[in-house]
């Protein structure tokens, strides 16, 4: 056996558990380009990378509703928009289903309303194939009205 190959092994270790080249020692070893192992044996990372093992991307600062793949990024997440993925740009968000009406979120930006059994409409407010607009009291609660509804005398 040659001397080089009696070497292997032990360089193999060496990688596999993190020694650095000051001869400190990191288990688990910190991630090969984005930290190092400080004499200390403890995994600094490099700026913009974060986590025990220096294997997590920073996110740009005020990023709300985003990720990073390299470090300062900000991908928003589905529904989210903007420079620091703040706004919200699903159409659900708004609840334009009237009268217990199930909002869905398309794709595209639009939306659906699932209506309930006596509603119809883009946005379930038709009843009995007649228009209606909803009265909404000040607690917040909403219910239809039609133009053939019984008025009160006063």
């Known amino acids: ?3 080089t190959a009696a070497l292997l092994p032990v360089l193999l270790l060496l990688l596999a558990f993190g020694r650095s080249a000051h001869g400190a020692e990191c288990f688990p070893a910190c991630h090969p380009e984005n930290g190092f192992c400080d004499d200390d044996s403890v ?8 986590g025990p093992l220096c294997d997590q991307c920073v996110t740009f600062p005020g990023c709300v ?3 990073c793949v390299e470090p300062w990024q900000c991908i928003c997440k589905d529904g989210w928009d903007g420079h620091l993925c703040d706004l919200d ?4 968000t708004s609840t334009p289903c009237a009268n217990n009406g199930t909002c869905l979120d398309l794709d595209d930006g639009q939306y659906e309303c699932s209506c309930v059994p006596g509603f119809s409409g883009k946005d379930c407010q038709e009843m009995d194939g007649r228009r209606t607009c ?3 009291t000040t607690a917040g609660r909403s219910w239809p009205s039609t133009s053939s ?4 005398s006063t």
């Open 43 to 50: 995994c600094r990372c490099q700026p913009g990378w974060q």
């Open 1 to 3: 056996m040659t001397a």
């Open 89 to 92: 740009i699903r159409a659900c």
């Open 65 to 67: 509703n985003g990720v």
């Open 149 to 152: 509804s019984p008025r009160r």
């Open 134 to 136: 909803c009265c909404t």
